[in-house]
């Protein structure tokens, strides 16, 4: 019986860690129509990012990132004023996030690696990456059929696999966990970043539901998601919403990979597999439904578990196999309609 | 002193041209009708002047100021405002959400102009937290109006807001848009049913597939026999019966 238990509570860490970037799948695919099949880069990213950061390195890909944002920046300021428009538009977003990149690694170098510092300094650089992504690969393709975008996205997963690769090396980085050690819960033992893992995502979730709900961006992200010429109707910046998307989605995967690799050792590939794994469990709910992805991933991390502990050979197998039966459930309970 | 001006407009899909060379105008605090047949380039002529189509040529003025280059969003925020044909709502989100999205840009006075569309049209007021899908054409049409008002517009551009509606709610829209006319909004009104465009205008004009082909006074057009011929193939009779 300890065993179940041990391994209900591990897949549910597992899938909360999923949860998370499946909660940036869903946001992203509502808001702009990217399938993002990237999205588990940037959960590499922030991995290996917060690994670099505890270790105060990185100072050349910060500026690199920064001088690339201040390029794009220089670049769109230049096209705003040769076709007379005001100048800052759509600059903000390069300006905004090298400055944040910037202001994170004074702050990791400050406090000479601080956990916490490291953390925010990681899911910062997700996001600039995020950034750069969106306008290079979306914004030229905001009017593109669907089809394209996720051919696109692959390509996207493809090149930051390979600079991950590049950047931080093929080694895997041990990341100390939070704080060694956990709490008896009942029959189990859960370590401390188990439950740091439960709880962050509980945080994204709460806090996504908030902004969402409470606040006028929040709604104007869900109208865009809703109906996007509506939007543009209503004065709602639809790239910038979009821009948006792309930033807190980076953001939550960061901090999913940073939070799980403490569990599987951080490397260059480990988002695939975060990736494709989130991807199955926001397919639950048609990369569309907060609540049925939520479902979706616990499902695919206690499944995980189990199957880790009964047939460990055939674990990933499972899994994603998985796909079929919610593929078809997702058929017959709702039938794809046509916006 | 003119409110909106186009300048030798030409815009399409793709590399398709549907309007060249258009020039028109709207001076402010006026109600003018564009009236033609189907296909004439009527909805196409509302979409640029929002920014929504890029343009080929032209340019379009606005009080004063050339908003050629700029996007949609900030159209809206200098105070024109699109009601589109499809309506365009957010279906699953309820009808005060809808509304409230309408004065995005203009979050200053959103209460007031919320109880002011309320006011034209009580019945959003109790249909306030429903979902917009769950309402009828006609109310999803006041929402339509309605969200366009919280942008609180100086120029309000109607595509065929009667279309699909029983008489009693074409009646109930159109008196609200004869109100936003007394109260010096301008108001450019797509209109197949001409009879009840021009009697809610004070001008009109009629379209031919791409050009402009009539220009006059309400009462001059609604006399005109040109206006007949644009009509080509419409049933007289057809119109006469959704007329108020």
């Known amino acids: 019986m300890d065993v179940f238990w041990f391994l209900l509570i591990d897949g549910i860490a597992w899938g909360a860690a999923y949860g998370i970037v499946a909660l940036s799948i869903v946001l992203v695919h509502t808001v702009t129509r990217v399938v993002n099949i990237a999205q588990g880069e940037y959960a590499t990213l922030g991995a290996l990012g917060f690994y670099m950061a505890l270790n105060v390195g990185g100072q050349v890909l910060t500026m690199a990132v920064c001088g690339a944002h201040l390029a794009l920046a220089a670049l769109t300021i230049g096209g705003n004023v040769l076709k007379k428009r005001r100048f800052l538009l759509a600059a903000e977003w390069n300006l905004g996030t090298a400055l944040c990149l910037a202001l994170a690694w004074v702050l990791v170098a400050a406090t000479g690696g601080n956990y916490w510092a490291a953390a925010l300094y990681a899911m910062v650089l997700a996001a600039a990456f995020a950034v750069i992504i969106f306008r290079l690969t979306v914004r030229p393709l905001m009017n593109a059929s669907p089809l394209v975008l996720v051919v696109c996205s692959i390509g996207v997963f493809l090149t930051m696999s390979g600079l991950s690769l590049a950047l931080f090396g093929a080694e895997p980085r041990p990341i100390a966990p939070v704080s060694n050690g956990g709490v008896m819960m009942g029959p189990v033992f859960v370590q401390y970043q188990s439950l740091l893992i439960a709880l962050s995502s509980i945080g994204v979730m709460a806090a996504l539901y908030v902004f969402s709900e409470r606040t006028m961006t929040g709604r104007a992200l869900r109208a865009s998601a809703v109906n996007r010429d509506g939007a543009e109707i209503c004065g709602i910046p639809v790239l910038w919403a979009g821009n948006l998307s792309f930033v807190l989605a980076a953001v939550f995967s960061a901090l999913g990979g940073l939070l799980l690799a403490p569990m599987i050792t951080a490397s260059y590939d480990m988002g695939l597999t975060l990736g494709l794994k989130a991807f199955v469990g926001a397919a639950m709910g048609g990369l569309a439904e907060y609540p049925a992805a939520v479902i979706g991933v616990l499902l695919v991390g206690t499944i995980e578990s189990f199957s880790a502990f009964s047939a460990s050979s055939f674990r990933d197998v499972i899994v994603y196999t998985l796909i079929i039966p919610i593929l078809i459930w997702r058929n017959a309970v709702k039938p794809p309609e046509d916006h | ?244």
């Open chain 2, 1 to 244: 002193m003119p409110d909106l001006k186009i300048e030798n407009l030409s815009v399409g899909y793709g590399k398709h041209p549907v309007l060249s060379d258009l020039s028109m105008g709207l001076d402010a605090g006026e109600a003018v009708a564009l009236l033609g047949a189907n296909g004439a380039g009527k909805t196409t002529l509302l979409k640029a002047a929002q920014g929504i189509l890029p343009l080929f040529g032209g340019r379009v003025i606005f009080d004063g100021e050339d908003i050629t280059a700029l996007s949609s969003d900030r159209r809206v925020a200098r105070g024109m405002v699109l009601v589109p044909e499809n309506r365009e709502l957010f279906p699953t989100l309820d009808v005060r959400t809808n509304l409230e999205l309408g004065s995005y840009l203009k979050p200053m006075g959103r209460h007031t102009r919320l109880d002011w569309v309320y006011s034209l049209f009580p019945i959003l007021a109790e249909r306030s937290r429903q979902q917009v899908k769950t309402l009828s054409g006609g109310e999803q049409q006041m929402v339509a109006i309605g969200r366009a008002l919280m942008s609180s517009p100086r120029l309000l551009m109607l595509d065929e807001p009667s279309i699909g509606l029983a008489p009693k709610i074409i009646r109930e829209i159109f008196d609200v848009i004869g109100k936003l006319r007394d109260e010096g909004m301008t108001i450019l009104l797509v209109e197949q049913n001409a009879r009840l465009a021009l009697g809610a205008s004070q001008r009109g004009y009629v379209m031919e597939i791409g050009h402009l082909v009539v220009e006059g006074t309400a009462r001059q057009l609604e006399s005109d026999e040109r206006l007949k011929k644009a009509y080509l193939g419409m049933n007289t009779k057809t119109a006469d019966e959704n007329s108020p």
